[in-house]
């Protein structure tokens, strides 16, 4: 038993102090829609809303402030009882980060959320108190920019045509075009008119079906894009068709790269069979729908064991978790430009210090939030 003079250095002690601290936090939710400014296509229809919630943790005062980026019809997490799952999460907001992580392993957004809102809070106290700087990397306190593909989305072919100039105009070297809502004949003139103009020492494309084309004629439509030195490929057929996927990977002539298939797996014996079944050749990670920074990080440790490669891709959330994603991203060690949105594809985003120059994502640490 420990006498009073030396009662700090008791472990019960500190057990109960850690306690206390999670006791003082408070945890509350708020739902939010974002509106696009133009109606944005994609293999599964077009989007005009994206409905999305901000997580508040509280203490002393200060807040931390995270986005639970809930994907209508794509996350794992897309089920009745998600808001009152959410509810439940801010309520038990004493059980501490890591117990609430592994209660919450079905709902990724909710994690990544959480994930955010307790690195905010945390920032809060920190020597800036600035909550929006999660990370203190050279992306944050000095500017220092992360490269981005610009990203085309679906439409007829002049509306892919003129995003397609926008984005050379801006300063981008890779794109990446949403392929698999038209006639694959005129999607295939339009990627021959990029190869035409720029080869791939100038330009880099990468396309990504979401899943449109049949496992009957994939491979032959790979072949197809093959001729158009193209980076890579997402998710060419729909998830869950693991042998036929398997198969494609194997006799692909161009890499492919696995996106939906990954969501919706949560143990990590899962997750080594199905790299280990499937073989691919890169992953395309979105913490919203994987599990946040946990999950995300652990598929890259799997990835880099198999000699698989991966870049990060944000997923249509508030510039709140963009700024998350892109803070994170830049503590890894990149070697292609990842895929983050811009944050401008919503009229009501939150202001942000976030933006392009050059194909690059920048942060302004000097910049202005707007109220969340």
């Known amino acids: 038993m420990c006498s009073f003079g030396f009662f700090v250095t008791c472990p019960w002690f500190y057990l109960f102090r850690a306690e206390q601290i999670r006791c003082m936090i408070k945890g509350s939710y708020k739902k939010y829609t974002l509106h696009f400014k133009n109606p944005s296509g994609t293999s599964r229809g077009v989007l005009t809303t994206k409905e999305t919630y901000f997580i508040y943790l509280c203490k002393d005062g200060r807040e931390g402030i995270g986005e639970c980026a809930l994907f209508r019809g794509l996350s794992a997490d897309d089920v009745p009882d998600y808001e009152g799952k959410l509810a439940w999460a801010c309520a038990h907001i004493h059980l501490g980060k890591e117990q609430l992580l592994k209660s919450l392993q079905a709902y990724p957004s909710i994690q990544f959320g959480l994930e955010q809102a307790f690195l905010s809070l945390e920032a809060a106290f920190g020597h800036n108190q600035n909550r929006f700087e999660l990370f203190e990397t050279d992306f944050v306190c000095k500017k220092a920019p992360i490269a981005i593909n610009g990203l085309i989305w679906m439409g007829d072919v002049s509306f892919m045509e003129d995003q397609i100039e926008e984005k050379l105009e801006q300063g981008f070297t890779t794109l990446k075009l949403k392929i698999g809502a038209i006639d694959f004949k005129k999607e295939c003139k339009l990627l021959a008119s990029v190869r035409k103009r720029f080869d791939s ?3 880099t494309i990468r396309v990504d079906a979401n899943g449109a084309f049949r496992p009957s004629n994939a491979l032959e439509k ?4 093959a001729e158009f030195d193209l980076h890579s490929i997402e998710q060419p057929i729909r998830q869950g068709q693991i042998k036929e996927m398997a198969e494609l990977c194997s006799k692909t ?3 492919i790269a696995l996106d939906e298939e990954l969501i919706g797996v949560f143990e990590n014996s899962e997750k080594e069979k199905l790299l280990a079944d499937i073989q691919p050749q890169y992953l395309v990670l979105k913490p919203s729908l994987v599990g946040g920074i946990g999950g ?6 799997m990835a880099d064991k198999n000699n698989i490669g991966w870049w990060i891709t944000s997923a249509l959330e508030s510039n709140i978790g963009l700024n ?7 503590s ?13 594809l919503f009229t009501n985003n939150i202001q942000a210090p976030l933006s392009i120059v050059d194909g690059a994502l920048y942060y302004d640490n000097a910049g202005k939030w707007g109220l969340v």
Do not use: R, V
């Open 201 to 203: 020492k100038h330009i």
């Open 222 to 225: 790979l072949k197809q894009l």
């Open 253 to 255: 002539p161009l890499p």
């Open 296 to 301: 995300s990080e652990t598929w890259i440790q």
């Open 324 to 330: 998350a994603i892109a803070q994170w991203t830049s």
């Open 332 to 344: 890894l060690t990149l070697a292609m430009p990842q895929g983050l949105g811009t944050g401008g």
